[in-house]
């Protein structure tokens, strides 16, 4: 079973870049072999899946966010992995809760309405947020 441990985020002015890290020790298929991705919702706003990122390092960007966001991994000897999430040029509207999320196949990159599907993806991290201000 994976843990997965969210870092980073934080607020910022509109323009402004933020990082955010979700990192996870273990192994087996879910740890190398699966989809890592970032969904990002703010109260009373749909739920997005603004990136992510499969195990061969393709990626998938949200049409808000694509020239803005770049998803990358980093593997440390087949025992931890950290998946980052580097957003530039932020705009008051990717303001949010983030929330790092990892099952064999994630859905597209692209909003989704209603909630976030926590019933669906099968680990998720503890969210942060992000506020970026006019």
């Known amino acids: 079973l994976l843990n997965l441990l969210q870092s980073g985020g934080g607020s910022v002015q509109a323009g402004g870049s933020l990082r955010l890290s979700c990192t996870a020790s273990?192994?087996?298929?879910?740890?190398?072999?699966?989809?890592w991705g970032w969904y990002r919702q703010a109260p009373g706003s749909e739920c997005e899946l603004v990136s992510k990122?499969?195990?061969?390092?393709?990626?998938?960007?949200?049409d808000s966010v694509k020239g803005r966001f770049t998803i990358s991994q980093d593997t440390q000897d087949n025992a931890k992995k950290t998946v980052t999430l580097t957003m530039e040029n932020l705009k008051p509207d990717d303001t949010g809760v983030y929330f790092c999320a990892v099952d064999r196949m994630l859905l597209d990159a692209q909003p989704y309405g209603g909630d976030c599907p926590f019933w669906a993806v099968n680990i998720w991290g503890q969210g942060t947020q992000v506020t970026v201000s006019s």
């Open positions: 273990g192994s087996g298929k879910m740890f190398a072999d699966s989809d």
């Open positions: 990122i499969d195990e061969d390092g393709d990626t998938d960007y949200a």
